[in-house]
């Protein structure tokens, strides 16, 4: 282990899964098929963070603002969420995977929102990895909605502003009960966090990996977990305390 490093295994890892429309292009091939294999890296990353023993993955699978994109590819996108759910939750089942729905589900069609549903019920018992995904999901809609209820608790009379704290923003979120997240991903290169968790990572190490989501397989998980093992968290002490607390 490096002197440095915490050594520990994350508890939670976020992921944005980006560069599956150029994982396809670089092949000569459609939108959606790079979409297509970027469900089979969702299949074998979590079957590793379940193996690996990491209690939270937190998977950014469509945005609030990919419903920009054009409607075509938004279709094929919510068919593979749809199909995809059905086919995995028995293994998901197996492997005790708890699947958590974040985001404006109630925007995504009536029959996606269904499988995602049957899927999430079917995997409520289990009590291993959870799995996060987040559909037509933004930070920004996620802080508004958690703002506009408290917001109503404080007009009712529930909740007193000046009782407002750190923990009741918390509660509000779609990760209500959850530990933040410890390392976020992002494949395909790109520096920028796009609407994610903004709150949640407040003290998350970061990884951008140029890798392209559909190539990104266990191997490139380790590596992160490895990268993330050699940071020093200090969460604003200095490293002499840090390491003092490590001993004791
Ligand atoms: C990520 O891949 C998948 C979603 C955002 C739904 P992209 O489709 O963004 O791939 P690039 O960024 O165009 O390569
Ligand atoms: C971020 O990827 C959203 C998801 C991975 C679901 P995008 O490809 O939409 O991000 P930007 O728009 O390039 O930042
Ligand atoms: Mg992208």
Known sequence: MHEKGCGETPRHIAIIMDGNGRWARERLRGRSEGHAEGVNSVHSITKAASDLGVKYLTLYAFSTENWNRPAAEVDTLMHLIGSAIRKETPELVTNNVHINLLGDIDRLP?????????????????DGLNLNLCLSYSSRWELTEAVRRIAAEAKEGTLAPEDIDEQTIDSHLATAGMPDPDLLIRTGGELRISNFLLWQIAYSELY???????????????????VFRNRERRFGKTSEQVKNESIL
């Open 110 to 126: 009536a029959e996606v929102h269904a499988d995602l549903e049957a899927g999430r019920k079917a995997t409520e018992h289990c």
């Open 208 to 226: 951008f990996t140029p890798v392209l989501w559909p190539d990104f397989g266990p191997s490139h998980l380790i590596d992160a977990i490895d």
